[in-house]
């Protein structure tokens, strides 16, 4: 593989794990206060963006980021984890942050997928917890 600082190569298997911690931080920093303590908030939030039954979605929603931030954290089931919060994000741009347009809009959400689905592809790197299939 062509490198301009070849000697990074030997590091490669950590570059999921900076993947894993940015994206748990991002996830568990949205989701915790959706289920705890700001539930009230994103109810009326979806209310007004047309997502019904809201206090479903924003369950949904919360437990998908909460728990796939602590799974990405753990390095346990990252992929499926992956997966669903890239589902997440796409429903969150189509819904709500299209209109909005690329900047300011949805651009935050498209680097977030591209993070997602290169965990998707790569795995979850040194330290986690996964176990080969």
Same mark, same amino acid.
């Given at each position: 593989?062509?490198?301009?600082?070849?000697?990074?190569?030997?590091?490669?298997?950590?570059?999921?794990?900076?993947?894993?911690?940015?994206?748990?931080?991002?996830?568990?920093?949205?989701?915790?206060?959706?289920?705890?303590?700001?539930?009230?908030?994103?109810?009326?939030?979806?209310?007004?963006?047309?997502?019904?039954?809201?206090?479903?979605?924003?369950?949904? *929603?919360?437990? %998908?980021? &909460? +728990?796939?931030?602590?799974? #990405?954290?753990? =390095?346990f089931l990252v992929q499926p984890a992956a997966f669903i919060l890239?589902?997440?994000?796409?429903?969150?741009?189509?819904?709500?942050?299209?209109?909005?347009?690329?900047?300011?809009?949805?651009?935050?959400?498209? *680097?977030?997928? %591209?993070? &997602? +689905?290169?965990?998707?592809? #790569?795995?979850? =790197?040194?330290?986690?917890?996964?176990?080969?299939?």
């Amino acid at each position: 593989m062509l490198s301009i600082f070849p000697s990074l190569l030997d590091y490669q298997f950590f570059a999921p794990l900076i993947l894993r911690l940015a994206l748990a931080a991002v996830f568990l920093v949205h989701g915790y206060p959706k289920l705890f303590g700001g539930f009230s908030h994103a109810v009326h939030f979806f209310n007004s963006s047309g997502i019904k039954p809201a206090k479903f979605w924003v369950v949904v *929603v919360g437990l %998908a980021e &909460l +728990l796939g931030g602590i799974l #990405l954290l753990a =390095g346990f089931l990252v992929q499926p984890a992956a997966f669903i919060l890239v589902a997440n994000l796409l429903v969150a741009i189509w819904k709500v942050k299209f209109k909005a347009g690329f900047a300011n809009g949805w651009e935050f959400d498209l *680097v977030l997928i %591209a993070m &997602l +689905l290169s965990l998707l592809i #790569l795995g979850p =790197g040194a330290y986690s917890i996964d176990l080969p299939l």
